[in-house]
């Protein structure tokens, strides 16, 4: 089970950091990622971390940032320079993605309820 959280409403060009709690499923030995839903959107892959490697999304690339921390197994997604693009449901997942197959929703088997991130201009 995951629980994401950290989300809200946030300003343009502000930042916002998302965090993922998993319970039964220890994040580093799986693939943990960040996916996210505009209104009227599909679900896009944002970002993912597999072992040591980082995957980003080019629309924010540069702006986000995934991390893990096993002591605590969460999973966190830093956020910069924010604008109303970024505003969507926010989600975390895991599984047993592989390389080809990181930014492919179906790789995950493990969702989170998400979390509403707003970006106000």
């Known amino acids: 089970q995951l629980q994401a959280s950290g989300g809200g409403l946030v300003q343009a060009g502000g930042s916002r950091t998302l965090s993922c709690a998993a319970s039964?499923?220890?994040?580093?030995?799986?693939?943990a990622a960040w996916f996210r839903q505009a209104p009227g959107k599909e679900r896009e892959f944002v970002s993912a971390?597999?072992?040591?490697?980082?995957y980003y999304a080019d629309s924010i690339k540069g702006r986000f940032t995934i991390s893990r921390d096993n002591a605590k197994n969460t999973v966190s997604l830093e956020m910069n320079s924010l604008n109303a693009e970024d505003t969507a449901v926010y989600y975390c997942?895991?599984?047993?993605?592989?390389?080809?197959?990181?930014?492919?929703?179906?790789?995950?088997?493990?969702w989170g309820q998400g979390t509403q991130v707003t970006v106000s201009s």
């Open positions: 039964g499923r220890t994040f580093n030995q799986y693939v």
């Open positions: 971390i597999r072992l040591g490697s980082k």
């Open positions: 997942a895991t599984g047993r993605a592989i390389v080809s197959t990181i930014r492919d929703a179906r790789s995950y088997d493990v």
